[in-house]
């Protein structure tokens, strides 16, 4: 199976700027799409933003232009560099990732246990 633990969350003030990592081990490859949610207390999960093998990117509205993914398909470690961060960031980060579990192209998808990123004004 597939284990994800993120790093780099804390405490940071209004405009500055975490750098968040996902290293996955275990039956994971560079075919596997990952990204990143994140949850606010009281709120729904929501996407921030994911890369695709395929080379797709997609980010959420509300951090376009202010956040990047990537990837480093050797270590297998995704990144979340976030910047110009905003209170309104503040959630519990997760890192997920969609494995190709069979030949016919199923998937499962894993998630890492959260690292916590609050914002202050």
């Known amino acids: 199976q597939v284990q994800l633990v993120e790093s780099g969350g804390g405490l940071v003030q209004a405009g500055g700027s975490l750098r968040l990592s996902c290293a996955a081990s275990g039956r994971i490859s560079s075919d596997d799409d990952m990204g990143w949610y994140r949850q606010a207390p009281g709120k729904q999960r929501e996407l921030v933003a994911r890369l695709t093998s395929g080379g797709r990117i997609d980010y959420a509205d509300s951090v376009k232009g202010r956040f990047t993914i990537s990837r480093d398909r050797t270590k297998k470690t995704v990144y979340l560099q976030m910047s110009s961060l905003k209170p309104e960031d503040t959630a519990v980060y997760y890192c997920?990732?969609?494995?190709?579990?069979?030949?016919?192209?199923?998937?499962?998808?894993?998630w890492g246990q959260g690292t916590q990123v609050t914002v202050s004004s």
């Open positions: 997920a990732a969609s494995v190709v579990v069979n030949v016919e192209g199923a998937r499962r998808n894993f």
